[in-house]
């Protein structure tokens, strides 16, 4: 006898793994090169120089410690480093123990929402959404409430928003930059958000926490501001990644930042230090502790997905397809071309062209194109595109 909902979990992947492991296969059977997989969303660029350069100096300047444990919430150290680049940036003044290091910002969430839930307790996610939010709320036996997407920009829409709020609010998650839209809340929407929740936390007498899922904060295009939300809203919890901005998915490092401005400050933090111990996420790798807090103030070069969202825009849109333009992040959310988002995935993929269906996400008639790919295979993927849109003239 398992746990039926942890078996379910196991056996049924996620609609993203499938269709990459699809991928996989296909492309030993037919070619790597006659396989266009826009799945998943693995950086295509490389890290910065100084990310390897750190820790190959490290491993040989510290072979004793650099593998050793470190404290379960990470290293001072690096947590100050951390500390040091946000307010460097951001002319904030948090210092090393309001960090817990984590496995990357899948790992922050879930500490996130089994440190605050209690019974009944309610978490409020717009859609569309990176599709694990379902599955970390739920494993801390919380409710996920779903706003429907505003599918004109995939902004806010407050009306909905603010009657999903109730008692039962213990939070509401944002990801800005978005996957899968790419779309980046502007400040004044921030703000606007912002002043909605102190008015409802005021309203039922305790706080509502605003999650801020940034692992694409660094990832905007033409100038785009992504503004700092604890700056906007106290009562802002961030879970942070160096996966996408460093390009460093497979090191698993990020962190939660409870700053002590935020309501009840010193028991959020303990809390979300206990669900790590909970679930056993406890000293984060520790040689990436140290590599990531002395490269924290690098990105990787952006440029190409830049390049390759303007290459798709354009092109997407020449052939019919309808497109939000993406501020960020490196996804492109277009429509489908029929209301069945996963019949249309499915005909793609007969041309070995692999999406995803937006029904995971949350918004069903759209797809999600995961554009952090070689330029080149969008340029030889594009007459694919152009076919599929002629199969449904
Ligand atoms: N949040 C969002 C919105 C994501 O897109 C991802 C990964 O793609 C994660 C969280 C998880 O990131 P990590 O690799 O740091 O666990």
Redesign the pocket.
């Known amino acids: 006898m398992v746990s039926e909902r942890m078996r379910g979990l196991g056996t049924a992947r996620s609609v993203i793994r499938e269709l990459f492991e699809y991928g996989n296969a296909r492309a030993a059977h037919v070619g790597r090169e006659n396989v266009f997989d826009f799945s998943i969303?693995n950086p295509s660029v490389p890290s910065p120089d100084a990310v390897n350069e750190t820790a190959i100096r490290l491993l040989r300047e510290q072979p004793d410690q650099i593998h050793a444990y470190t404290s379960a919430q990470g290293a001072a150290d690096a947590r100050q480093r951390f500390a040091d680049s946000l307010n460097r940036r951001f002319g904030t003044d948090y210092t090393a123990d309001r960090f817990y290091l984590t496995v990357?910002?899948?790992a922050s969430?879930c500490c996130v929402f089994n440190g605050l839930s209690c019974p009944g307790d309610e978490f409020v996610v717009f859609a569309p959404y990176?599709p694990e939010y379902k599955v970390f709320i739920e494993g801390a036996g919380a409710k996920m409430v779903l706003i429907p997407p505003e599918v004109e920009a995939f902004q806010i829409d407050f009306d909905i928003f603010e009657r999903s709020l109730s008692q039962h609010t213990k939070g509401v998650l944002i990801?800005s930059p978005n996957?899968p839209s790419g779309t980046v809340y502007s400040r004044e929407t921030l703000e606007r958000l912002a002043g909605i929740l102190t008015r409802k936390s005021q309203e039922y007498g305790h706080p509502i926490y605003l999650i801020s899922?940034e692992?694409y904060r660094e990832i905007v295009y033409a100038g785009v501001e992504v503004p700092w939300v604890p700056s906007l809203y106290r009562d802002t919890i961030v879970c942070y990644?160096f996966?996408k901005s460093l390009s460093l998915?497979g090191e698993r490092l990020?962190y939660v930042l409870v700053p002590k401005e935020a309501a009840e400050s010193g028991d959020v933090y303990a809390a979300v230090a206990g669900a790590g111990r909970s679930l056993g996420y406890v000293c984060a790798p520790s040689l990436f502790q140290q590599v990531t807090s002395r490269c924290c103030d690098l990105t990787s070069d952006i440029k190409v997905y830049e390049e390759n969202a303007r290459l798709l825009v354009t092109s997407l849109r020449e052939m019919g397809y309808h497109v939000v333009e993406p501020q960020g992040a490196f996804y492109l959310f277009p429509r489908t071309l029929e209301a069945d988002d996963a019949a249309f995935c499915e005909r793609a993929k007969k041309l070995d062209l692999l999406i995803v269906p937006g029904s995971g996400f949350g918004a069903p008639g759209h797809t999600r194109i995961s554009y952090c790919v070689q330029t080149d295979m969008i340029r030889r993927a594009l007459p694919k595109f152009k076919e599929l849109a002629e199969s449904y003239r």
């Open positions: 969303g990357g910002a899948a969430l990176f990801n996957n899922d692992p990644s996966s998915p990020g």
